[in-house]
Every structure is written in C-alpha cells, then in structure tokens.
C-alpha cells in the first residue's frame, strides 16, 4: 500500500477523534444522552468523538480497499476492535471499553508475533518478505523487536488513562503514541538494509565464482 494512504487510514480517525473530543459534547446532541446518565459536557464529548472515530475508521478502510483492493493486516485488525469496542462505549456509556482498546489490539500483536516465535513461526516474514529480503534471523530478531514494541505499547496505554484525564489521553494517542511508532519503525532500518545487503552479496557470490 502507498505510504501516503496508510498514513491516512491510521492517522486520519486518530485527528477526527482528537478534533472531536476537543471541541466538547455539542448542545444539539444533548439529548442522545439525556437516558444514559452522562452528565458532564467532557464525558458527552468523549462519547461523541467515538462515534466519529468509528464511523471515520470505517470509511478510511474502504477507501483503502477501493483504491489498492487490498488492506494492511494491523489496521483491519484495528478497525475491528475501534467499531466493537466503541460500539460498547456507546451502548452502554462507559468510557472504558474505547480507552482499553489500544491495551487489548497491542496485546494482541504481541501474543500473536511472540507466540509465533515460540512455536518457531516468524510470522512477519509471509506479512512483509515480499518488501524485504531477510535471513530467518533477521527475521526473528524484527518480530521479536515488534513483540515487544507493542507489549511497550498496551503497558503505556493502560499508564497513561489510568493516571491522566481523557483530553491528555486523547492527545497522546496522536502525538504521542503514532510518532512512537513511527520513530520505532525507522530505527529498524539499520537491521533491514544490512540484512538486505547481505542478502544481494550472497546472491552475488555464485555469479563471481562462475
């Protein structure tokens, strides 16, 4: 997928979301939650900033099927876990399920990536081998670095809402959580073009020695 397009679908919904929780409940929706108990204009907010950031994700997906006819795996799976567990947010007026999201998807790409590794599955290599061209150590040490990237990321989500208000949660997501993850791809650079050279001068040996 183009790298302009991911960017997109990952990022786009995370600016709906923080624009939308920024700007407070809206007086014209009051009354959507005048049975569920929600008192204070943050909370309404919060609620309403979670329907956009569903309905928004939704559309960033099909945009990016329409356009490629193909989806990068970790944001389906992500878009998966923002429409259930922000419906339950909104069904049930409980701000919990969308804040423990992160926690559960990050989670969730660690048991996957590091349960691989333990049954000797380097579950990055069919994901990304036609991108890169690794050695199956090269391999097991990125999926072992991702691994553990996202365990770094479920225990900072559950740092971070658990100890600060949701505006500051809100805002981490973006400016704290998506360049954390960018810098993290780009330090692996080293570890890919030196695999990826190792990889062209074993490719080439044979072709000297004849």
Known sequence: MKPWLKLIIE????VVFFVTNGRGGLPELRHLWSSTGVAETSQQGLFEATGAFMIVTVIALLAGWLLERRL???PLVSGFFVVVFG???LYLADETFIKIKPTLVNSLFAIILLGGLAFKRLLLKPLFGSAFQ???EG???LTLRWGLFFIFLAI???VV???FSTDFWAAFKLFGVLPLTLVFAGSQTPLILRQQK???????APAADD
Do not use: F, Q
Not at 11 to 14: D, K, R, V, Y
Not at 198 to 204: I, N, Q, R, S
């Open 139 to 141: 391999w097991r040490t």
């Open 161 to 163: 809402w658990r100890n």
């Open 134 to 136: 690794l050695n199956d």
């Open 72 to 74: 990068p795996v970790m």
């Open 11 to 14: 990022a786009g919904p995370l």
């Open 156 to 158: 900072l989500n559950e």
């Open 87 to 89: 419906g339950l947010t």
């Open 198 to 204: 190792e990889a062209a001068e074993a490719a080439a």
